[in-house]
């Protein structure tokens, strides 16, 4: 019998000329293929000549898990089984990462097809540092959640990618000032590999005036420039606009000094000051 395998498979982002010829392969001959919406995967079939049949199985985020279990099966008994999902790389910000492990688990094999990939292609676009970078996927929308990740974000040394969806573009770009200061260099990349490809570079202020103006279709990548680790160091007014921002949304006095000596790169004593005076 033959030895089953989890594939995971990279897909078109956009331009579907860049599949590759061994992600065609393994989904010709897959017995399984796992896709995220089964509507997109067909289409993409379709385009490469490739029948579907009966293998699409929907697997995406409300039942991965629910499907891991048979899946796995389907491999132990020597299927191979390909995922993909609507673009990209399988399990960054989407659907196959509960797959991997539960596969993982159980001693299977477990290969990847790389492909395309929003993340890569946003940042060497950029322009800015690529030799260290974090990805930081999707932000939480709202809430304690939002505002942390938002404030580890403007502490990060290294350059930051982010996943944004149209709508909120323009809000998270205001946020991001907040948090990094309105010169902090930025791009931000929307319709990757297709025709209308655009890559906006500048500030973090300008990118708000401009997105203000111009809103975008479809969804984007934000590349943030990373904190530089000696910046100048804050005035009292921008301290203390701080403390109050801090305070107003219920933090502790030790816990907004903290933050705000991290954020702000300035000595406990000055940012606990600065709390005290907003208090008083």
Known sequence: MAEGRLV????????????????????????VIAAEDTRRTRALLTHLGIPAGRRLQAVHSQNEAARARELCRAIATGATVAVVTDS????????????????????????????PSAVLSALVLSGLPTGRFVFE??????????????????REE?????????????????????????????????????????VWRGTLEGAVLHFEEHHPRGELVIV??????????PGDDVLAEAAR?????????????DRIAHQYNVSRRRAYDAVLAQRG
């Open 8 to 31: 995971l498979v990279g897909t078109p982002i956009g331009n579907l000329g860049d599949i590759s010829p061994r992600a065609a392969a393994v989904l010709r001959d897959a017995d």
């Open 245 to 257: 921002k801090e305070l107003q949304a219920g933090r502790s006095t030790r816990e907004a000094a």
């Open 137 to 154: 996927g999707f932000l939480p929308r709202k809430g304690t959640a939002r505002s942390d990740r938002l404030y580890t974000i403007g």
């Open 224 to 233: 943030l420039e990373g904190r530089a680790p000696a910046e100048v160091a």
């Open 158 to 198: 290294r350059t930051v990618v982010l996943f944004e969806a149209p709508t909120r573009v323009t809000a998270t770009l205001r946020d991001l000032v907040e948090v990094c200061g309105p010169a902090r260099r930025v791009a931000v990349a929307r319709e990757l590999t297709k025709v209308h490809e655009e």
């Open 88 to 115: 990209g790389m399988p399990s960054v910000s989407d659907p196959g990462e509960r797959l991997v492990r539960a596969a993982l688990r159980q001693g299977l094999n477990v290969e990847v097809v790389p492909g």
